[in-house]
């Protein structure tokens, strides 16, 4: 679900967290749009699709069909990895070991539209614990 299907195979550059500069303008998806409650993230990092499916589960199993979820974010870019009897040498390597996106601080992850307060309250509470990176809840 949250796989790109096709893509062009060229290496991006490199991805390294310490050179992020601090933001000062406002971010896309830092506000909402149409939701009522969100999860906000606090730290920049890199999202996995198997980090985002399981919290498109969790946050699915508790509000079920009484509200619904729009999520902001999607892995464009990937990371690649050498075979094991590869030398040194060569470059990076050519095979995609898995999709990431990368995210910001300050950002919204994913929204919920639902009339139930304590159930959006509770599916988020439990969406925070299948994510790598701190957020918290904000509401509308």
């Not at 619904?68 to 999607?74: A, E, K, L, N």
């Amino acid at each position: 679900m949250f796989t790109p299907q096709q893509f062009l195979l060229k290496h991006p550059v490199k991805h390294r967290a310490h050179l992020c500069k601090r933001v000062t303008k406002p971010l896309p998806y830092s506000s909402f749009y149409s939701g009522t409650f969100g999860l906000k993230l606090l730290e920049f990092g890199f999202l996995t699709p198997k980090h985002l499916s399981s919290v498109y589960s969790t946050i699915n199993k508790i509000i079920k069909k009484c509200g619904t979820v729009r999520f902001f974010v999607f892995p464009t870019s990937y990371l690649t990895t050498k075979s094991k009897n590869a030398r040194m040498g060569k470059g990076k390597g050519k095979t995609i070991r898995c999709w990431i996106c990368k995210v910001k601080a300050g950002s919204i992850l994913c929204e919920i539209t639902t009339s139930n307060k304590s159930l959006a309250v509770k599916a988020l509470l439990q969406a925070r614990f299948k994510l790598p990176i701190s957020s918290i809840i904000v509401y509308n």
